[in-house]
Structures are given as structure tokens and as C-alpha cells.
């Protein structure tokens, strides 16, 4: 097992076999040389530093029946809201006078968006804070509207790839195609974004080997940003009853994604922090290095439940803020409230 943590730790590479072993294997002392590890790696690339950005999730209206998630269009319990453009650009104004420089709009696969919609609200975000980062997180939609919303001047698109197991990923997306979503995946890249992708952990059927997969799959398209989490149950779907994933199987995973490709950004996610009081912290000590601090209105908030018992649902936009700057520093890193760009964007060339 040494061998294989030093191997990943000195050439930021192990084949799927060498990942599968390790995974099988590993013990805690283990984990702690490996989140050592990546910690050191993060330093290597990032220093201290831990991006926030600011969350605006504008509707959980969504067209898919995603059998994990909260907000899919089966669910007929929860309460649907959509915020309008000028509410979601009140959102950004709020978020830029709490200093962020990145804001990160996200919904479900809500169609009332139409393109024109979209490019007009990028268009005023822009005009309005020209040097803040726009990153979209909208689900799947064709070429023309992502080369749009990119001309218009949004930065970065976030979309999880979920799983590399073509099996599984149809199993539990019914109205999705696993060869869509790495052809969305692709084209963002082709046309210029700084693309995130990304998967959960202890989804009901996932393997070790699925696992291996992902991290194949994330060493191949070297996206910017990596969103890793642990599966959460939501009681109104149909993997209501399974049992979540777990802390210690997440943050492997997250050190071992920084440690295979140490250039991207990785955020300590909320769905660790609801599994876990400390979980984001530990996040960070294990590689991550972006946190995104919601923004979205304490009078919808809580509606946005992709899984339950989310954390910060009361918060005001300002108490996560500034509880967020003292938990990061609290474990000995700097937050960073500047754009926070890749590395690997920044050169030009895969990190």
C-alpha cells in the first residue's frame, strides 16, 4: 500500500487497477498519509489560500427524474419556485457587496430559462460587475445556448458527470443519456469554458471499480473544477431508504482527486457539512480549496433540497459569510475572495 501512495503522491498517476487496490485496502493510518498528501499537494499549487464563491440556486423547477435527487419532477411534495431576473440580480448585488467575485447560478433543468432569458441576465451581471466571474449550473441544453451564454460572457459551467459506469448512470437517470452528458461535457470544453464535472459517493449499486472509473474518467477530460459528495438520501424518491455515503469514503476520494490532477479547484461541498458538523474542514485538510457560501433567499432556501437536512437553510447571506471565513481559518487556511481562476486555465495546458 506504501508504494501506491507514494506512486500517486510523486507522479500524480495510478492506473485503475493500482486505484481498485488501494480503495479495497486502505487502512486509517493510510488515509491519514493520504490526506497528508494531498493537503501537501494543494500547497504545492494553491498555497492556503480557499476560494469562496457565492450560491444562487434560482429554481428547482426541473424537467428530469433523477432517482437520487429532491427537486426531480416526479417529487410532487415539494414546494416549486423560480426567481425572476431581477431577483436573481438582486441576489448578485448582495453577493458583490459581501465582497464575492465569483457568482455561481444554479437550478434544475427548468426550461422557463429560455436562451433569451439566460443571455440577458448574463449580459446585465456583466455590464453590472464586469471583473466577477460568471459560473452557470444549468443541466443539459443544446450547443447554440452554451456558445451563446459563453459569447455573452459567462466563465465557467458547472455539470457533474455523476458516474463513468454508463450502467449505473442510466439506471438512475431514466430520462437521461450517459452519452449526452459527456457530449455536453466535451463541447463546454471545446467551447471555451472552465468546465466542472464531478460525482457522489456511495450512491445505491456503485463500486469500487465505478469509483476507479470516475477518477479514469476526471484524469482524461482534466476539467477545472471537481464536485465530489457524499450521497444523500431524500425520503421522497425512490432511494429514499438506502444509506448514505460516508465521510471517510468522500474525503478519500477528494484527496485522491488532488492529488491525480493537482491543478484543479475542488469545493468542500454543504452535502459534506450536512453529513458531518466538521465535514467541509476536513474536506480542506484532504485537498479541497473552494468553498461556495449560499446566497439564495432565506425565503426559498430550504425548497432547494436535493437531499434533506441541509445545512444553512435559516442562514442570512452574510452569516454564512463571515461563519464561513472563521470555520476556514479556524483550521489554518486563508479565504481568497478573488475570482480563483484554475491554474490549469490560467497556463493554457492540463495541471
Not at 451563446?148 to 466563465?155: E, S
Not at 460525482?199 to 465530489?228: C, H, K, S
Not at 452574510?318 to 476556514?328: H, K, N, Q
Amino acid at each position: 500500500m506504501h508504494h501506491l501512495l507514494e506512486k500517486v503522491y510523486q507522479t500524480n498517476d495510478l492506473t485503475k487497477e493500482e486505484i481498485i487496490y488501494l480503495l479495497e485496502n486502505i487502512t486509517q493510518a493510510d488515509r491519514e498519509i493520504l490526506y497528508n498528501n494531498a493537503l501537501k499537494t494543494k500547497q504545492m499549487y494553491y498555497g492556503n489560500k480557499v476560494y469562496l464563491r457565492g450560491l444562487i440556486e434560482f429554481s428547482n423547477i426541473c424537467r428530469q427524474d433523477c432517482l437520487y435527487c429532491g427537486i426531480r419532477v416526479s417529487n410532487a411534495k415539494v414546494e416549486r419556485y423560480r426567481l425572476t431576473p431581477e431577483e436573481i440580480l438582486a441576489c448578485c448585488d448582495q453577493a458583490y457587496k459581501l465582497g464575492y467575485q465569483t457568482f455561481v447560478l444554479q437550478s434544475g433543468e427548468d426550461p422557463w430559462y429560455t436562451d433569451k432569458i439566460l443571455v440577458e441576465l448574463v449580459q446585465k451581471i456583466k455590464k453590472t460587475y464586469p471583473e466577477v466571474a460568471i459560473t452557470l449550473s444549468i443541466g443539459e441544453r443544446g450547443v447554440e445556448t452554451y456558445q451563446a451564454l459563453f459569447a455573452c460572457g459567462a466563465d465557467r459551467f458547472l455539470m457533474r458527470h455523476e458516474t463513468a459506469s454508463k450502467e449505473l448512470y442510466e439506471t438512475l437517470h431514466p430520462t437521461m443519456r450517459f452519452e449526452d452528458r459527456r457530449a455536453c461535457l466535451n463541447t463546454l470544453k471545446g467551447i471555451g469554458y472552465q468546465v466542472g464535472a464531478g460525482f457522489m459517493v456511495g450512491l445505491p449499486g456503485q463500486t469500487l471499480a465505478n469509483l476507479a472509473e470516475d477518477l479514469g474518467y476526471l484524469m482524461d477530460l482534466r476539467p477545472d473544477m471537481i464536485g465530489i459528495g457524499p450521497f444523500i438520501p431524500h425520503s421522497e424518491t425512490p432511494l429514499g431508504m438506502e444509506k448514505c455515503g460516508t465521510l471517510e469514503d468522500t474525503l478519500v476520494m477528494v484527496a485522491l482527486t488532488r492529488l491525480l490532477i493537482p491543478g484543479g479547484l475542488i469545493p468542500a461541498t454543504t452535502a459534506l457539512g450536512t453529513l458531518h458538523p466538521e465535514g467541509r474542514e476536513l474536506a480542506l485538510k484532504a485537498g479541497a480549496n473552494v468553498v461556495m457560501p449560499i446566497i439564495t433567499p432565506t425565503s426559498v432556501r430550504k425548497q432547494y433540497a436535493l437531499y434533506e437536512n441541509k445545512i444553512c437553510g435559516d442562514d442570512h447571506p452574510e452569516d454564512c459569510r463571515y461563519c464561513i471565513e472563521r470555520r476556514i481559518q479556524s483550521v489554518g487556511f486563508e479565504v481568497d475572495l478573488g475570482r480563483g481562476d484554475s491554474l490549469q486555465f490560467k497556463s493554457g495546458k492540463p495541471k
